[in-house]
């Protein structure tokens, strides 16, 4: 390796951050879909020398974010277990704070990665960003339905569940 700065330098603007090093490049891009919608996308090697940076950006999201995080995975060429370990936090923090985070694109081979690693459990993983979406819409329609429903205008005691696909088991479309 060139040196630790090499490794390390951040390219672009906020919402993207981009490493390089010795034949290693790793992006992770920020794009707003809905005001409570967010996809992150996850494009190269996610390894023990990336896996920090998309941690720290990962914890700033998911302390300003509000409503839905997809995580997009699917042009990620190599997943290490400190790149799982990262995910997981990530998961287990938006969960504390209430935020729906869910992976789009893991491909089969991905996928066998989080079942090899005992990790599949705790992700709700779609195909695609616009299957997460169609999900989280059918999600919105069927709670809106059921609140219409109720004797005095349904149950709203838990309105954030109309768009927080987190904390339920891996569902594949």
Known sequence: MT?????????????RVQITG???LFTATVDRLTPRVQVVRL????????????ERLLVSLLSSAAGVVFLDVSRLTYLSAAGISVLVRAAYRAGEVDIGFCLVGAS??????????????????????????AALRAEA?????????????????????????????????
Do not use: K
């Not at 494009?43 to 998309?54: F, I, K, N, R, S």
């Open 43 to 54: 494009v190269g090697e996610l390894d023990v020398l990336t896996a920090p940076q998309l």
């Open 3 to 15: 040196g630790s700065s090499d490794a390390e330098r951040p390219r672009a603007g906020p919402g």
């Open 22 to 24: 010795q034949q290693q």
């Open 108 to 133: 089969r081979t991905g996928a066998r990665t989080f079942d090899a690693s005992g990790t599949v459990s705790l992700f709700e993983m779609f195909d695609g960003v616009e299957q997460a979406l």
């Open 141 to 173: 329609r069927a709670a809106a339905a059921s609140v219409r429903g109720g004797p005095h205008g349904g149950n709203l005691s838990h309105p954030r569940q109309l768009d927080h696909p987190s904390g339920r088991r891996i569902r594949r479309h």
